[in-house]
């Protein structure tokens, strides 16, 4: 049995060292710099720049924190603290709903819905033309699907919180609000980062929602109203011109490392913080 | 008598033989996969469906995603035939690419049906320098840029985003490749056409079988086909004005009045010459019978030396 638990363990280095052995052509001839920093893509010619992609990724992402978290935040202290015990077992399911359905479905229903709403509502609203396909669609769409997973690990770490804590300042006089305020979200502050930092690697690889609205311009992106082109939307449009270019296989490997290697570095702190949670409560 | 008794067990072994003959050779089993191009995908269901009409245990599995994904999935021994719908490129050739080109079709230009400068596109169409300008060079912001007028609407572009056929063979069109091709990327060819549809200024390109309907011919509802004025006159004449149904275009580049690229043949790429007998068998049925269903699917048939070219090939002659 613990051979069987090591296996995904060592599943996920064997991916990484396999992802590395495919990329040392690339990363053997070209300089580290034109790699990471260089915004010219252009596999024909041999540029392999990136940069358009590394900041697509953190743009997307960016927004897409940027509108989750408050909402995520609120809506996990409604209802942990104030919602009837109805509306809370109605919703919880519902919201865990929401983190199981497919990404294209979220990609379908972001085409037909956000981008419109982007490109014919919102953008008119700053003074902006756009076709609707833009890092703010991408980022609306990524929202929605981290929704859960913030939601649901700031719930957990609510409920963490022992209540005669919550007694104890509702004695002294405070608010529901203010208790809210000063003892459940500064105690649950490391759980509600770690639920944070989960969301957010969600989001950095969330693949074939965002490439279906997102534009797929590999440039660097100018506002929120630009196109994007973040490096999972990459790796799944040019897995077919692989064979094709000397090296592109290589570049997309390397994309696909660094892409795991974020990812699992998010992971490991959320679940360092998470552990530290936890063994705190108990 | 045992003399008798050893002639008649004799006979009645060598009559055994005899009756006991070969199962039929047309008892293929067995399933073939496809994946590739989204140009062919329809070409390759409907083939896969009388193929399998006189082969009842065969089964024919296709997949759609791209001729870049067809050529990365026959190369890498995923599925046995990728679906290509551009050139072979050298270095897929050295990779073991062995192509056979099947059938004919062409990528169109598409605008909205509801484009406010529409009776002036379609009656003058744009040059393939306009079309340089507006996905090359990006010197075309507007519609007026294109057209050579002073109008001022503004000009979305649009491309595909997946490594696909559709893409480079339009580029090849521009005298360019696929990644030189600027605009707002968008995945597979429903979703360009799509693309184009809600969005009354933008412009993209589609396979014909993506840009006309299966059913009454006509450009999809919502699409308009964007006419190339290919003598540069500023004028569609009716000679170039061939985009009305799915028929009439299809004729079009059968008698190679509309240019080669955008029309281009068809591939399917296995990697290296076929070996397994129900792959040589598909193969072979396509460049024969399978050609009776290509006008009625909206597909150009390809020249009998093209198809004895195949045939050669497939048999390594």
Redesign the interface.
């Known amino acids: 049995m613990l051979v069987l638990t090591a296996v995904p363990t060592f599943l996920v280095l064997l991916i990484l060292i396999g992802l590395f052995i495919r990329a040392r052509p690339i990363l053997a001839q070209k300089p580290f710099f034109s790699l990471f920093f260089s915004s010219a893509?252009?596999?024909?010619k041999g540029d392999f720049g990136l940069l358009p992609f590394i900041m697509g990724t953190l743009w997307v992402t960016f927004v897409s924190l940027v509108l989750a978290v408050p909402i995520s935040l609120l809506t996990a202290v409604y209802l942990s603290e104030y919602a009837p015990l109805s509306v809370r077992e109605f919703t919880k399911p519902i919201i865990d709903l929401l983190a199981g359905l497919p990404s294209v479905i979220y990609g379908v229903w972001g085409?037909l819905l956000v981008v419109?709403l982007v490109?014919r509502v919102i953008a008119p609203l700053f003074g902006v033309?756009s076709?609707g396909?833009t890092i703010l669609a991408g980022g609306i769409v990524l929202a929605i699907m981290i929704f859960p997973t913030i939601i649901s690990v700031s719930l957990e770490v609510f409920s963490s919180i022992p209540y005669p804590m919550r007694e104890a300042s509702l004695s002294l006089g405070a608010t529901k609000w203010e208790t809210v305020h000063h003892v459940v979200l500064k105690k649950g502050l490391q759980g509600i980062i770690a639920a944070i930092v989960l969301g957010l690697s969600r989001a950095f690889g969330e693949t074939m929602a965002v490439?279906?609205v997102v534009?797929?311009?590999p440039r660097l992106p100018g506002s929120v109203f630009d196109?994007g082109?973040p490096l999972p939307?990459l790796i799944?449009?040019?897995?077919?011109?692989?064979?094709?270019?000397?090296l592109y296989d290589a570049a997309l490997m390397l994309a696909a490392a660094v892409l795991l290697l974020v990812v699992l570095f998010f992971n490991v702190l959320a679940r360092l913080i998470l552990v530290r949670v936890e063994r705190r409560a108990a | 008598m045992k003399r008798l008794l050893g002639g008649m067990i004799t006979f009645a072994f060598i009559s055994m033989l005899a009756v006991s003959v070969p199962p039929p050779a047309q008892e293929l089993s067995g399933t073939i996969t496809l994946s590739g191009a989204w140009a062919l995908y329809p070409m390759a269901v409907k083939w896969g469906e009388e193929f399998r009409k006189l082969h009842p245990k065969v089964r024919v599995d296709v997949q759609a995603g791209g001729a870049g994904k067809g050529i990365a999935d026959a190369l890498a021994g995923v599925v046995d035939l990728g679906m290509v719908s551009r050139e072979i490129h050298p270095i897929e050739v050295e990779k073991g690419a062995f192509a056979i080109a099947v059938v004919k079709d062409g990528v169109v230009p598409t605008i909205s049906a509801k484009n406010p400068l529409l009776d002036r596109i379609l009656s003058s169409g744009l040059k393939k320098e306009a079309f340089i300008a507006v996905w090359i060079t990006e010197t075309a912001k507007t519609w007026g840029d294109a057209l050579g007028t002073a109008d001022k609407t503004a000009l979305h572009v649009y491309t595909r985003s997946d490594a696909c056929g559709a893409a480079e063979t339009w580029a090849a069109f521009l005298e360019k490749r696929q990644e030189d091709l600027k605009g707002i990327g968008v995945y597979g060819d429903p979703g360009l056409a799509e693309a184009v549809r809600r969005d009354t200024l933008g412009i993209g390109f589609n396979n014909i079988n993506y840009a006309y309907d299966a059913k009454t011919l006509k450009p999809l509802p919502g699409i308009m086909i964007l006419p190339i004025d290919l003598d540069g006159s500023g004028k569609i004449e009716p000679a170039e004005s061939v985009y009305q149904d799915r028929d009439a275009i299809t004729a079009a580049i059968a008698q190679g009045v509309y240019p080669s690229p955008p029309a281009r043949d068809l591939y399917l790429v296995s990697k290296g010459r076929p070996q397994a007998p129900l792959q040589v068998e598909f193969l072979r049925w396509v460049l024969g019978e399978g050609q009776k269903f290509v006008a009625e699917t909206g597909y150009i048939g390809l020249s009998p030396e093209k198809l004895a070219d195949g045939r050669r090939k497939i048999e390594g002659r």
């Open positions: 893509w252009s596999p024909l085409v419109p490109g033309t076709s396909y490439l279906m534009g797929n311009i196109g082109y939307a799944a449009n040019n897995y077919g011109e692989m064979m094709s270019v000397p």
